[in-house]
C-alpha cells in the first residue's frame, strides 16, 4: 500500500512540474509589460521601468527568470504583490481557507442532494425516476451564478430579514459563519449534485444487478438491510471518487459565487487580481489552484484504493 | 365485438418493435432539442431585424414592467429588454457556436492525429493535456481573456484553446480502438494512404461520440461566456449580451425582476437546448453515456 501511494505520487511530480511551467508561460506570454504593470501606471520614466525589471529579474533570460521563481515557489515564496507590496504567500493563505471551507461545504451539500435523490431515482424507479431525471436535465442548466443572483434577488424580494453579504470570519463566530455560507455553497453545490446524482442512479442499478444482492434477497434479508449493507456501501465507493473530481468545477465555480457574495476567498482575490492586474498574485492564485486539483485527485485514487482492494493503482 | 378484440391484439406491436417505430420520450428529447436549436438560430442569424426596437435606444420610461408595447419591460435607462435580449444573444450566441466550432476543428485534428500515430506523439500530446486538465477551466479562461483585453475575438480563442483538450480526448479513445479493426488492416494492404485511411474510414466511425460531447461543450460554453461577460469580462459595450445584462440588472434587481429574469432565462434556455440535444443524440446515435 505505501508502496502504491508513493509510485501515484511520483507520478504527479511531472505533472506539477508542467503545471508551473504552464503557470509561468501564461502570465510571462501575456501581451502588455510585466514592469509597466508592477508600476502601477503607465506614465513611467524609462530610468524607472528599467530600475523595477532589474530589481524584478526580468532583464534576465526567461529561464532564469523561471528557475528563480520555482525556486521560491518550492520554499514558499510566491512573489510581491503589486498593489500590497506584501508577500503574496501571506495574502493567499487566510483567503484559502474560505474558499476551502466554502467548497468543502458546497461539496458536502452535492453529495448529500446527489446521493438522496440518484437512490430514490434507482430504488423507486417509476415516477421518482421521471421526476429526478427531468429535475436533474433542468438544473444542470443553469449556471450557478444564475442561480446566486436568483437567490439574492428572491432573498431581497421575500426575506429582507436574511442579511446576504455579510461574510463572518469563521474564528469571530462559528456558528454565523456557517450560516452565512449556506446560501453561497448551495447555488455552487446544485450543477454538482446532478453529476453525483446521476453516477449514483447508475451505479446503484449496477449494483443492484449482482449477484450478491440476489443472494441476500434470497437468504431473506428484508429490503433496509439489503440498502443499507449492500447498496449504499458498494455503490457510493465510486460516487465519493467523483465528488472528488468535482473539486475543480468547484473551484472555478467559487470565483464566480465569492464575488456575488462578497466572500473574502481566493475566487474573490483572483477576480480583485485580475481587475488590478496584480500579475504575481494571479499567477500563484493559478499555480496554487491546479496543485491543488491535482492532489485532490491523487488522495481520491488513494482513498478509493484503500476502499476497494481489487483497484491498482 | 370479437372482430374488435381481433383488431386490438392485430394493432398492438411486439414491444421490441414499438420501441424502434415509436417516437419515445427519448426522440421526442432529440426533436424538442432541435427545435430549440431551430429558435436560437433564428435569433442568432435575424437578431437585429426581429427586434422590435433598437437595443441601444432609451426612453423616459425606465424600469417599466412588462407591457403590450415592451413585452419584457424595459431597464434602468429605459431600453426594451426583448430587443436587447434578442441583439445580446446574437452576440453570445455567434461567440459559443464560433468558439466550439475552432476548438471542435483542433480537437478533431489533435484526437485524430495524436490516437492515430500513437507512441510517442501520443504521449507527449496526452500528457500535454493532463497539465491543461489541472486548471479549472473557467479559472484559465478568465485568466487569459483579462489578459488579452474583452473583445469578441479575443473571447472566441480563448474558449477555443480551454475547451479544446476536452475534445481531443474524445476523439482520441475510440480512434484508438477503431485504428486497430480490420477494416483499416484492409485499406492499409491495398495501399490506401495513411491520412485517407484516417479522414475516410476512422473518422466516420468515430463520429458519433464527437456529436454528442460537442454538444455539451456547447452547454458549457454557453455558461463560461456569459459568466465571463457577467464578470464584466465579456464583449465590449455598448452592444448586450446575456451575462452584461444580467450583471447590469443586479443593482435594480428588486424594483424590477424582469431585468434579471429575462437574461438569466435566455440563458437556461440556451444551455438547456445544447444539453437536450446532447441527451437525445446519445440515445439516438446509441453512444454510451459519458461520466
Known amino acids: 500500500m505505501r508502496r502504491m501511494i508513493l509510485v501515484r505520487l511520483a507520478l504527479t511530480l511531472p505533472i506539477l512540474f508542467g503545471v508551473s511551467i504552464a503557470a509561468f508561460v501564461l502570465m510571462r506570454a501575456l501581451p502588455g509589460d510585466f514592469a509597466v504593470a508592477a508600476a502601477g501606471t503607465t506614465s513611467v520614466s524609462p530610468e524607472a521601468l528599467a530600475a523595477i525589471r532589474a530589481n524584478l529579474g526580468l532583464d534576465q533570460p526567461v529561464w532564469v527568470q523561471y528557475l528563480a521563481w520555482l525556486q521560491g515557489a518550492m520554499t514558499g515564496d510566491l512573489g510581491t504583490s503589486f498593489v500590497t507590496k506584501r508577500p503574496v504567500v501571506g495574502e493567499i493563505l487566510p483567503r484559502l481557507a474560505v474558499t476551502a471551507e466554502l467548497t468543502l461545504i458546497a461539496a458536502t451539500m452535492a453529495l448529500l442532494m446527489g446521493a438522496v435523490t440518484g437512490l430514490a431515482s434507482a430504488r423507486l424507479r417509476g415516477s421518482v425516476d421521471w421526476v429526478v431525471r427531468l429535475y436533474n436535465g433542468f438544473v444542470l442548466a443553469v449556471p450557478n451564478f444564475v442561480v446566486a443572483t436568483l437567490i439574492v434577488l428572491l432573498a431581497g424580494l421575500y426575506f429582507p430579514q436574511i442579511r446576504l453579504f455579510n461574510y463572518v470570519p469563521f474564528f469571530t463566530d ?20 446532478v453529476t453525483i446524482s446521476e453516477n449514483t442512479r447508475a451505479a446503484v442499478l449496477e449494483v443492484a444487478g449482482q449477484d450478491y444482492v440476489m443472494v441476500a434477497r434470497a437468504k431473506g434479508l428484508g429490503p433496509g438491510k439489503v440498502l443499507r449493507s449492500y447498496l449504499i456501501r458498494n455503490a457510493l465507493t465510486p460516487v465519493i471518487t467523483i465528488t472528488g473530481l468535482q473539486v475543480a468545477t468547484l473551484l472555478g465555480g467559487s470565483i464566480l459565487i465569492e464575488t456575488i457574495f462578497a466572500i473574502p476567498g481566493m475566487g474573490q482575490y483572483l477576480y480583485d487580481s485580475i481587475t488590478s492586474r496584480d500579475y504575481p498574485a494571479i499567477q500563484a492564485i493559478v499555480l496554487v489552484t491546479a496543485i ?14 484503500r476502499a476497494d482492494a481489487r483497484v491498482e493503482l | 365485438m370479437s372482430e374488435a378484440g381481433e383488431g386490438r391484439v392485430a394493432t398492438v406491436p411486439a414491444p421490441s418493435a414499438r420501441r424502434r417505430k415509436g417516437l419515445g420520450p427519448r426522440q421526442l428529447l432529440l426533436a424538442i432539442g432541435l427545435a430549440m436549436v431551430a429558435v436560437l438560430g433564428v435569433v442568432m442569424i435575424f437578431g437585429p431585424q426581429l427586434a422590435p426596437y433598437s437595443p441601444s435606444a432609451t426612453s423616459l420610461d425606465a424600469l417599466a414592467p412588462p407591457s403590450a408595447q415592451h413585452w419584457l419591460g424595459t431597464d434602468l435607462i429605459g431600453r426594451d429588454v426583448l430587443s436587447r435580449l434578442i441583439v445580446g444573444g446574437r452576440t453570445t450566441l ?17 484526437g485524430l492525429w495524436s490516437g492515430f500515430v500513437g507512441g510517442l506523439t501520443d504521449q507527449i500530446v496526452m500528457r500535454g493535456l493532463d497539465i491543461v486538465f489541472a486548471f479549472p477551466v473557467f479559472l484559465l479562461a478568465i ?21 479544446t483538450p476536452i475534445l481531443a480526448r474524445v476523439v482520441r479513445g475510440p480512434v484508438l480502438s477503431v485504428k ?61 449580451n446575456w451575462g452584461g445584462m444580467l450583471a447590469e440588472a443586479r443593482q435594480f434587481m428588486e424594483l424590477a425582476p424582469w431585468t434579471v429574469i429575462a437574461p438569466g432565462a435566455a440563458i437556461v434556455f440556451a444551455s438547456l437546448t445544447f444539453i437536450m440535444l446532447a441527451n437525445g443524440l446519445r440515445d439516438r446515435l446509441d453512444v454510451g453515456g459519458r461520466q
Open chain 1, 292 to 305: 491543488i486539483v491535482i492532489l485532490v485527485n491523487v488522495a481520491v485514487d488513494i482513498a478509493y484504493a
Open chain 2, 180 to 240: 486497430r479493426w480490420d477494416h483499416v488492416e484492409a485499406a492499409r494492404s491495398v495501399g490506401v494512404s495513411e491520412f485517407w485511411i484516417m479522414v475516410r474510414h476512422v473518422l466516420p466511425l468515430v463520429i458519433s461520440p464527437i456529436l454528442v460531447e460537442t454538444s455539451l461543450t456547447l452547454a458549457n460554453t454557453i455558461f463560461t461566456v456569459t459568466a465571463l461577460s457577467f464578470l464584466g469580462l465579456g464583449p465590449p459595450p455598448p452592444d448586450p
Open chain 1, 174 to 193: 462559528p456558528l454565523e459563519n456557517l450560516t452565512s455560507l449556506i446560501l453561497p455553497a448551495f447555488s455552487l453545490s446544485l450543477a454538482v449534485s
Open chain 2, 143 to 163: 485568466t487569459v481573456v483579462a489578459a488579452l483585453g474583452p473583445t469578441i475575438p479575443n473571447l472566441i480563442m480563448t474558449i477555443a484553446i480551454v475547451y
Open chain 2, 94 to 110: 455567434v461567440i459559443t457556436v464560433a468558439a466550439v466550432g475552432l476548438a471542435l476543428a483542433a480537437g478533431l485534428v489533435l
